[in-house]
């Protein structure tokens, strides 16, 4: 199994970028200047970016759409709150024998994120999205590094009750994009030791929200992040995961490094895979040498 794969494309627009992350900067700078007592809750708002459906019209409308497609509903929180998660199988009426956890980024939700499924469900694997509080048509809120958190592993417990009640093994690839990622990594993390998952994938992966603010736009930006509370520190989970350990990074991305990709590759246990693709930070799915979806099958013959 080759260690890299480096192709060669025309370059397409990252759908997941933090957009203005220099604007942010400069009016949080301003926010702490004047003392404002909200800058946390509009840091965080700043920072996810959370995408809302407006209405539960609207959910209906879109599951009506896509008979592959269905929701199921997690509570958590309590008051009621609870997380959509979004289930789309490979072959519909079958369920797969290896499924994916699909942790998503910032901005963008479960729905928005499908067309990043196509790969997976090429290579066989069923597929499940969680959005977290404030996404989608679950619960709305700031969200926070500890909601997204606690969001997860909701979801995450629900899906291991209904594989059970299934009466079937199921092999489970955790995986997530870009903020995803960290929150796929902390999910490992506490798995740690267990054999609850067959792979942990990271895409557009990063060690933590400072170094993000700081690759962008300087010192400054460290400084601003680190006076909030949201970290999303996976340099400091990563070696305490249980491997494989697999990160797909694009050399092309300009929101997240692909230093720090390749950072927290290096702080990864073994056996563990690196592979870059030409592309930018949403985009790997495009790739059409095949390579991309070559690595999903990969991916999955290794849980099998």
Request: charged letters at 15%.
């Amino acid at each position: 199994m080759n260690d890299s794969s480096t192709l060669e494309t025309s370059h397409l627009p990252s759908p997941g970028r933090w957009h203005g992350l220099a604007a942010v900067v400069a009016i949080a700078a301003l926010l702490v200047l004047s003392g404002c007592a909200s800058l946390d809750d509009w840091q965080r708002q700043k920072i996810y970016r959370p995408t809302a459906l407006q209405s539960a019209a609207e959910w209906q409308r879109l599951l009506a759409t896509r008979g592959d497609v269905q929701a199921l509903t997690v509570p958590v929180g309590g008051d009621g709150e609870q997380v959509q998660v979004l289930q789309v199988a490979a072959q519909p009426g079958q369920a797969a024998p290896v499924r994916v956890f699909y942790l998503h980024g910032t901005y963008r939700h479960a729905w928005q994120n499908l067309n990043k499924t196509t790969p997976m469900l090429r290579a066989g694997l069923d597929v499940s999205l969680p959005d977290y509080r404030g996404w989608g048509a679950s619960s709305p809120r700031v969200p926070s590094e500890h909601s997204i958190h606690a969001d997860a592993w909701a979801a995450w417990q629900a899906l291991q009750a209904a594989a059970l009640r299934e009466g079937r093994p199921v092999r489970w690839v955790i995986y997530g994009h870009s903020m995803g990622s960290a929150v796929a990594v902390q999910l490992a993390q506490r798995l740690r030791g267990t054999p609850a998952y067959c792979a942990l994938v990271l895409e557009s992966a990063f060690t933590s929200f400072p170094d993000v603010a700081e690759a962008g736009v300087g010192w400054f930006g460290r400084q601003l992040t680190l006076l909030g509370g949201e970290r999303m520190a996976s340099i400091d989970r990563i070696a305490e995961v249980s491997p494989p350990v697999w990160l797909l990074h694009g050399s092309r991305d300009d929101t997240v490094p692909l230093a720090l990709g390749r950072r927290l590759y290096e702080a990864a246990p073994s056996p563990k895979q690196w592979r870059t693709w030409p592309l930018g930070h949403s985009d790997l799915q495009t790739d059409p040498t095949g390579a991309y979806d070559q690595t999903w099958r990969e991916i999955a013959a290794g849980c099998r």
